[in-house]
């Protein structure tokens, strides 16, 4: 016999603890990832300009 009170419209009634802890842990590495290519991309950008100007 099935429960029909146990039926749902929520998404967060569905979606559980354990899976939206796992889409808040994706969403932190990628950005603290994006930091790190920015910070790299900063760097390569100041040791061109500091060539660019000893070249001239």
Do not use: H, P
């Not at 990628?30 to 300009?49: A, D, G, H, M, P």
């Not at 500091?50 to 001239?56: C, G, P, T, V």
């Amino acid at each position: 016999m099935q429960d029909n009170s146990a039926f749902s419209d929520s998404y967060l009634k569905g979606v559980g603890i354990d899976r939206g802890n796992y889409l808040l842990g994706f969403t932190l590495s990628w950005n603290i990832t994006n930091l790190y290519r920015f910070n790299s991309k900063v760097k390569e950008q100041q040791y061109l300009t500091q060539s660019l100007k000893q070249d001239f």
